[in-house]
Each structure stands twice: as C-alpha cells, then as structure tokens.
C-alpha cells in the first residue's frame, strides 16, 4: 500500500512489535501526528490513519495514548479461546493441548502494574484528549488484548481464577465521539473496555469474556449502543455497567456467566435493555440503580440457574435469593414481555427457607411491569470439572423435582404507583395493592370466569 | 497483493486521487469492465473487485458511475465527526479546535449542483443498470461521504443549519439486490443514502447523521433491512423513510435528533419497527402513513423532549401535539410492548392548551395497539450553547413539575375497529367506544376490584 | 504485507487457486503448521493466521481441512446473485444477461460427490480437531461459496430447483468454541452452514440463501447467536435449525422463502426467537419440536402467503393448514408480542374447508401465549414468471375479499396448563378451558362492559 496513512506494526522501522507493540504503535501516531502539519486548508488535513497489526504474538510493554481523531487499529482475528478452561486444567495434562493461548492478532499486556498506582496506567490503549472538538471516531476492531494472567487477591481461590490483575483493554478518558469497537477479542483483563464520557459509540459484535468487567460506560454519556456481543465477566465485576447514560441501547446480547451483574445501570435514563440473552449463576441480573427511570427492559430471556464448574462451586456475588434477578430503583421504568427461567436448587437457596424473588421494585413509582412470563423450576444441581459439559449439560436440564415457589414481582414499600399486569398470580405477586395497580395473570379457574 | 481485482485509489495511473477521486474510481471500472471478456464460460467469468481508499482527504469532483455487479468499495475509518457543532463555534475560535473536518477514508463532494438539475446529479455514488439480471452485491463499507457545507435555504437560518446542499452520498436509480452498506460514516449531505428498488438490501452498523435525509428507500422493494446504525437527520427530512415496502426489518437502531421524523413509513406492509431507541425533538417521530398495513412496531423506546440547543431554538418540524408521537394511517397494524416518554415543557406546548397525543390512529381499522406504556412529564425546558452538554443534561433531566397530562391513544372517527388494551386509563384513551375494542389500564382502585 | 502470518491464495507457491483453491488453502495451512514449532514459551506461541482471497473465480475440487485455531479466511465481496432466477430464465435469453455467475471472492464448489457418500464429504471447508482444548476462533468473512448446481432429485421438478446436490459449504464436525461467520454469501449448496457442538458462536450479518438448508446448529451447543442475517432455503429445507441447545439467540434476521421452515428447533431450552422478520409460503414457519422448553419467542413478525413465482407452483413443505404456522412441543415456553399475517386464497386452503390455525401447542405444560395479533386476510393469489416482481406485488396486496376465519390459538389435550392472553377472541382460540387458562382479546361489544 503506498499511502502513507496505512501502517503495519510488523514493517514500521521504529522498535520491535513482538517485544513491545505499545513503543511502535506510539511511534506510529508521533508519525501521523509530524505530518498533521495542513492548517486544514482546502476543507481537509487530519484524515487519520489506519494501523495494522497481522495475526501474530506481540507483547505490550509500553501503554499506547491514543490523543487524535480518526485512527483505526485493526487486526485479523478476535483470538478468542477459553483461558479460563486452561488454567483450570491439571499442569500436568498441559503438554497435550492442542495450544494455550488465546491467538489471532493477539496484544500480550505486559504493562508493569504497581498496586496504588492509578487504575488507567494499567491499560494497554490510553485514549485522552482535552479542548475542542471531543475526540472522534477511534477504531478498534478485530484483534485480540490478551491480560494473560490474574492475580492472587487474598480471597484463596487459584490466582488464575481471581478476575484481578489490573489491567484493562482501553481506557477512554475524555469526552469522545462515534468511537467504533468492532470484532474485538478482549480476555483476561480485569477491565475489558472501560469509557467515559461517550456520545453515539458503539460496541459491535466482540467477544468480551472471561474479563473482571467487560463493557463499562462511566461517567455521563448518551446515544450509544452495546449490541451484539457475546460478554461474560467474573463473578465479582459487571459484564454491562452504564452510568448517567441516557439513549442508551442495549440489545442482541448475548450475555453469559458468571458476572455480578450482567447488566447494571446507575442513573441511567431513557434507554433501552430488549432482546437480549442473559445467563447468570447469581441473583441480581439486571440491576438498575440510583434512580433508573423511563427505561425499557423488553423481550430479553433472563435464565438464573447453579454454577456448574467445580472451581467456581461456593463463590457467588453475595446476593441473596429474594434480592431480585430484575431490581429497579426508579421512576416510571417499563418491563414487558421478558422471559424470566429460574432454575433453582431448593435445598441451596440462601437464606435457607426463602423465596426467591424474580422481579424486585424498590423505591420510585410508576413503574410498568407487564406479560412478563416467569418459569421456576426446582432442579437438583449437577457439577463436573469439564467447563463445556457441564454448562450445557445444565443448560439443557428441564426435568426438575417440580415447580418452586417463587414471588415474581416484589414491591417494597418504598415504591408505589406502579402497575403490574400479568406477570404472575395474587399469591407470586407480593404488593401494596392499594398503593399499586394489578392484574393477576389469569389462572385456570379465574379466566374461567372472564368467557361468557 | 497481485490480483488483478484488487484496487488502490492511491496507485491507479490514472487521474489524481486526492484532486478527484470520482474520475479514479470511474477509471478503475473501466479497467475491470474492459478486463470482463470472458463470456461466463467455465461457470464463472465476471467477479467483480474490490477498490480500496485508504484514510485520506479525496475530493470528488467526478459522479462515480457504477453498472457492475460485485464491486465493493472499502475504506479504513468512517470518519464521523459533528460538523454541526464545529459550523456553531464562533469562527474566532476555530483556530483552537484540534481538526474541523470528518476524517478517515474521506470522499468530500465537491460535484457542482445547479439548482434546478435532476436530483440524481448531485450524487457521489450513481448505480443504475437496466436489463436483467438486477446488478447485484454492489458493496460500501468504511469509508465517509462528506457533503461539506450546506447552503442558505432562504430561511434564515445559519446557511450551514439549513440541511440542503443538492447532494447525495449514494444514489441507486435502479432494481437491485442483494447491496450492502456497513461501516459507512455520512455527513452533511442533503441526501445520505437514496435506493430505489432494493431487494434483500443490509444497511448495517452505519453512521448517518447531520444529513437532510439519512436512510430513503425509494419506489418499492422487499425483504431489507436496517439494523444496528446511528442515525440522525436534519429538522426538515428523514433519519430512515420506505415507500411502497414489504418485509423491511428495521431494528436495533439508534435514531437521535433532530429529524423530521425518525421513522416514516409510505404504503408499507408487513415489516417491523422493533427494538429501536427513538428520540425527537418534535412530535411526528414515527408515521406510518397512506395505507400502510400489518406491521409491528414493538419493542422500541420512543423519546421526544424539547431542543436544548441554542442555533436550533425555534426551529421545528411544523407539527403540533395531537400530531401524535406515532401516527398510524392504514389496517392491521400491530403496536405492542413499546415505551414512550414525552419530556414536555407546558408552557411550550402547541397549540397552548392542547392536549399532546402519543399514539394517533387516522384511518384504517383492525390496529391492534396492547402493553404501550407512556410517560409524560411537564419539565421546564433547558438551553445551552454546547450541543453536547445540552443534550446529556436533558436526557438526564428526570425530575419536573409533576406528570403532564396527555392522550396516550387517540383513535380518528375514519379510523375503526381497533383494539386498544393496557396503554391508557379511561381518560387517556380517546375514541369511540361502540367502534373500537378497549381494555383500560388497570389503575390502583379498579385493579383492586379484580383481586379477588 | 511482510508478516509471514497474510496469505494471499493468489500469490502462495504451491498450486493453482483459480483451478483448486483448496490445494492452495491446504498447503497454506501445512505452512501454518510448520512454523507452530514454538511450545508456548513466553505465553504465546500460535496464533493463527489470515488467508486472503482477493475477488475472482476460485474452483475448489480438494476439500480444505481446518485444525487449527485462530485462522482467518477472508474475501472482499459476498458476491450474493440469485442463480434461481437465472435458471429459470429461458436458456435462449441468456445471452442477453448482463452475468450468469455469482461473484465477489467466490469460491466454486467443484468436489465430486459421491451418492453414498458421508455426507461431510461434500463439504468446501471440513474443520476437526480432537482432543483439548476445542479448537476455537475460525473465521469466515465476506467470500462467496458457491454450489453451482443443483442436480435431480426424482422429484420431476427443474433440476436446478431441487436444492439437492451432496454439498455443504462449511462443515464443523468437532466441539468448537468462539468461531464467526460474518458477512458470508452462500448460495446453491444443499446444505450452508452445519455445525456441530458450537459454544459461543457468532453468525452474523451473512446472506444464505437459495441453499437446500441454511444454518443447521447439529449435536448439542450452548450461548450462540444467529443475528442479523438475510437468509432463505429452499422449500425442501430449513433456514435456521438447532438441535439440543441452550441460550442461543435469533435475532433480528430477515428469513424469506421458501423454506420448509423459517427457524425449527429440537429439544432446545432456554433460548430466544425474538424480533425477526419471517416470511414463508406454508405452515410451519417456526417449529419447537421435541420437548423444547423455557424459549422465548417474542416480537418477531411472521407472513405466511403463497407462493407467486410461476416455477415453485404446486410445491410445498407438505404441510397442510391446520398444521400452525408456530407450532410448540414443550414446557414453559413464551409466545408474547407476535404479529401474524396469514394472507390466504381461501379457494386454496388444505385440505379443503380446513380453519387455518396460527398457533398450536401440541404437547408440554406450562407454556404463556400472550398479546400476539393475528390478521388472516382471504386474497385471490396472483402468479407471475417474474421472481421479484411476483413477490413485491404479493407483499404489497393488502386488499382481499374480506376477512379470513382462523384459529388463533389450538391447544391439543396432550398439552395443559398453558395461559392465553389477548391472542383471540372467544371463537379464535380454541382449547380445553378447564385445562388452560384464558383471557380473550377484548371485542367492541365485550370491551364495552369494562368502562365504567
């Protein structure tokens, strides 16, 4: 390729890009930057660049700082594969694997990480740009940010299995625009894309797991979209987590375990949580926080069931069974149409002898909770040590000891004003029903009745 | 790369790339036309190319002429910034700002427009073929149009507010199939992407935004869709229009202001509008109009609160409140499980003292409109000179003077034998009874009468 | 590009890609191999490759065999054209087309197929691999794989139209873990996309389509997503099917005719249909068979009419009216928000004087219909020897001679203790309502006595 706006990391004269990948790719933005010199006469002169990195191993020891507009980074190959499965393996079974490591065009985060330091020095891209216009259309798609290792944290699970290392894929810092993450491989970092201050990005199609958090929107933002990806964080950290946003959509998702959460809003208004899948081993699925209002969470499948995989068998988030799989604090949110599975082990709900609680409303009002379906089932829980077995084996598990009894909406005292129709019987519906409307779904016997 | 089929703007022999990108690209397609000897035999002989342009400013002062099939013209950065927001920075202050203009992979239409030519003149991109079979697979991925400047229109308004220039990022004249549009960044076109007759069309994870129009699906067609972009016309055109449509799937969109109208839908039947986050300024946001039948709209997340930014104050798209937030015109139509939040200043409804409708059906019969929930409140409208700020803090704005009173159905005399269930009280829903089936939402003291 | 891991078929040493691309994809990948000498040192070690094709005709006769992870193969072009509709064209215009062929990257299935062959055998790309870990992150990106022909089956009809030829286009035989496929033509293969136990999967924004069956998820799998996609087979075959899995999630994809089916799922639990587009010329459209539980089919529209183009008259799935056009075997499933159009010659229902029925449960408990809107239009169906025009105009007639009786909803005996919400009045659904529980879709004259 002639222009001198397309780069390779493997041809650029600067640096090794197998030893560190960060010192060539900086190399390369001081050179997009030397030749930015166009007073953007003529309407044009900062077009950008696109950097490319071929499928390869390239170690990252110095942190990229990405602070222009319009650069792409592409790769490849996403190289995702399960490190996860690996590290749970015996050491001494190692040797007859096929590989180890995740692939494609694969950036190894080697950043030194000193433990008070700040948390964005540990991640491998560091966008941040101050003044005028806000940062525009950075491009992330189709390689591979490998944290390659967790770290002991104290708690006596294998270090490997921990979710903490302090590293994160990329850390956005300043008020940006139209950013595009795109194919991405993101694994084994405690943070996998981390962003402030978004406006109309998006998050397409990545495959982001096996991370301590996976997509975190902070700060304020609006208009973005998290759409079609395959996530799953550790089980103490967020696979979605938005705040301040307003407009945000999040759909086609296909979220699995073990995530605290597998999406968390705080403050988060007006935007959309439909039509995704969400797994996940713990209650507290879908949490929306600090005041959520005017959001619609619509035509998702929530499916709550028991860790399968001996390793992570005893860790959960801390959250107890009647703390809700869908928990709204906010005013005037709506819920329709959502499919919610419990799959649940009666001798194993915590505390022993409650009831589980599905939909949870605890402060606000005007929420709308309608034809909502919820399924519980009473299944004694399996495990094994083979990760893929298991969960499908558990997955496809529908034959339990019988139904369980469960509250499918709960409104605490705190909220009032709400309506709720047909998600579930006068007895699974535990409410203030002079402080809120309702409408029981029909049972055999009542809608008996309503035909003439 | 070797083969013959693979294009670079930037090593073609002829023309200047930089100085006229369109007499390039039109000279590459004589090139690959002149290379499409072979008469099929061998059961291959045409395959078209790909035409890369690699991140850099092109000017385009040549239409691009394409009649192959399987040409894909691909870039590296869509390139996306707001030259909204950088024309309403005072001039004085354009020498602090890091860049002023889109980058990436950037075409800037220089074509010259005569105001009374055939539209189709001012397009970037021309594709027509007659004769059989319809062109095929033509593909546009990851680069940026970018109209550059609009004109005065007469209104007053700042010329570069004015949403008209007479030029259009794509222009397909013709019946084709099977096309794909992904990755594109348009901007300050009057039209972004115009197609006529499309079948099995996928406009998919574009940004499209600050043009007149950004998405017009012209004549008639079938079987498209419109997933997963970032949209936003200008106050006077269209984010996404269809004409004459069956089977469109349009979802996972997210539509943003300002927007005549975010979704508007001419005879139209049997597709979907489902799972969009939609927000407007004015009412009028989606119209399904002149007939269209039997389609669904659920799902979607619908927002209209007022202009919080200060060049745009007073402008609209002419329509007052009992417009309807959603109009319906036509038969069969299924409205289902969407939320609606109108963020409404009382003082500024139109005209003073009217009631704002939601959900307007006009004419036809046999809607079916179920599980809607809207939610209106009365909030003080706030202004700002930063697009951006402005637009966060009013998305963000949740608390008002109290609810405002609002008609969430309004059903027309010419309209009938609809059915509205669970999206409105008694008073909310206005039409005529002993024509049209109704199911109140239940409110607090006649849900009580229902538990037993 | 210099990195040793960019291969370009058209420019590897051994063999001849436009004669046997697959000998060249071979002995690219024993090159791959060679070079995997490295035993993980340093944390890395294999990470894959990127194999090239640039846009042309590539025959394959040898079958490409896939074992290792983290490989990519891209093209730049779908390539999509309809071959249908040139085949049907008389011979004696042919000369008259503009091309006959597909195109784009377009690979040109040539293996001899063998009657009694495995049926893998006549798979373009075969991916194995056993033993641990499971071989993960192939890709597949933007060619075309083409079949060709279709050959007689017997059957009488057009040889080219009976969507039998013992070819599949890409074949995954072992357990497999986070492989894409993504922006894929497929066209003219028996069978498109067969994959056996996927975890993790993205097939995503593809056109598959004019293929004896396209996306056939084998086995058993978890947390995959189908999204996006245009996709068609033909009317002996599937479009989407799934045997055994768990957390998959269809979204948002635009399946047209003809297909057997438009989405068939075997002893599938807790995944999600939700807001597709499906369009089908006979019942059956959507098939849960084989105790499928816990699904959520929400949002999504269905059509079912009849076929228009002249050479498909008289063919179909076999299935006659009564038959459903969603059909559910299983538990606990969720059928919420659904538009159905049935559009139907009433001169042509089978068997004669038969009621239509929309939806069926034929087995399991449990199960929750609700808010699903059902139009049945009776239409005189209109034919044509135009394949676009035909289904346009069949798409767009909305006016018939009147209103079509249907059951909306049929629950046989062998099925219990479903809930049916505002899916059909009184007369429309029919079942044992001592064994189910039932609210009907409020009429005018029943709605009436609701307001106060």
Redesign the interface.
């Known amino acids: ?3 001198k ?2 780069y ?1 990391v ?2 650029w004269p600067v640096g090794n890009p197998y030893e560190d990948v960060g010192e060539v790719i900086n190399a390369i933005i001081a050179d997009i930057k030397s030749r930015q010199t166009a007073t ?1 006469v ?9 950097i ?1 990195i ?4 390239y ?1 990252l020891r110095t942190q990229v700082v990405i602070d222009i ?2 650069l ?1 980074i ?1 790769g ?7 490190s996860s ?2 590290y749970n ?1 015996p050491k001494n ?1 190692w040797a ?11 950036i ?1 985060v080697d950043i030194p990480i000193k433990g008070d330091a700040d948390e964005s020095k540990g991640a491998a891209f560091y966008i941040e ?1 101050t ?7 950075v ?1 992330f798609s189709n390689f591979c940010i490998d944290g ?1 290792h967790f770290n002991p944290d104290g708690s006596g699970i294998h270090p490997e299995n921990s979710y903490r290392n302090g590293k994160t894929g990329i850390y956005v810092a300043s ?1 940006n ?2 950013f ?1 993450v ?2 991405m ?1 993101l694994v084994y970092l405690e943070h996998g894309l981390t962003v402030y201050h978004a ?2 990005l ?1 998050i ?2 990545n ?1 982001i ?1 096996e991370c301590g958090n996976c997509i975190e929107l902070r700060g ?6 998290i ?2 990806n ?1 996530i799953g964080a550790g089980f103490n950290g967020h696979s979605i987590s938005a705040q ?1 946003h ?4 999040i ?2 998702n ?1 979220v ?1 375990p073990r995530g605290a959460s597998s999406v968390e809003l705080d ?1 988060v ?4 949580i ?4 969400l ?1 996940s081993f713990y209650p507290g699925m879908v949490a929306l926080k600090a ?1 959520c ?4 969470v ?4 929530f ?1 709550r069931d028991h860790e399968p995989w001996e390793p992570f068998l005893g860790i959960d988030n801390g959250m107890d069974d009647p703390y809700g799989l869908l928990r709204v604090s906010g ?2 949110n ?1 819920v ?4 919610f ?1 419990a799959v649940i082990d009666s001798q194993r709900i915590s505390p022993p002898g409650a009831t589980p609680v599905i939909m949870r409303l605890v402060s606000g009002s ?1 929420n ?1 909770v ?2 909502n ?1 919820v ?1 519980a ?1 009473d299944v004694r829980a399996r495990t094994s040590d083979s990760c ?1 077995s298991a ?2 084996d ?3 598990t ?1 034959t339990g000891s019988g139904q369980l009894a469960v509250t499918t909406v709960l409104v605490e005292a705190a909220s009032s ?1 709400n ?1 709720v ?2 998600s579930g019987d ?1 007895a699974q519906v535990v409410m203030d ?12 016997s ?3 009745a ?3």
Chains 1, 2, 3 share one sequence.
């Not at 490849?76 to 399960?82: A, Q």
């Not at 307003?246 to 959509?249: D, E, S, V, Y």
């Open positions: 390729m002639v222009s706006n397309c390779d493997t041809t953007d003529n309407e044009g002169g900062k077009p950008g660049a696109v490319y071929p499928p390869g191993d170690h507009s319009y792409r592409e490849s190959g996403h190289g995702f594969t399960s499965i690996r393996v079974e007859d694997l096929h590989e180890l490591w995740p692939g494609g065009s694969r190894l740009r003044g005028s216009p806000r940062i525009s259309s491009e390659l008020a625009d139209s595009r795109t194919g491989g406006d109309a998006s397409h199609d495959f797991a304020w933002g609006q208009a973005s979209k759409t079609d395959l301040n307003g407009g945000l959509l759909t086609a296909n699995f403050g208004t007006r935007s959309s439909t039509n995704n899948r797994h005041n209002s005017e959001n619609l619509a035509a998702n499948h499916l005013e005037s709506s329709i149409g959502n499919h599975s005007g709308y309608a034809n379906h399924v089932v893929f969960q499908v558990a997955l496809l529908t004003r309506t129709l047909d006068d029903r002079a402080a809120n409307a309702f409408r029981p779904t029909p049972s055999i009542t809608s008996h309503t035909v003439p």
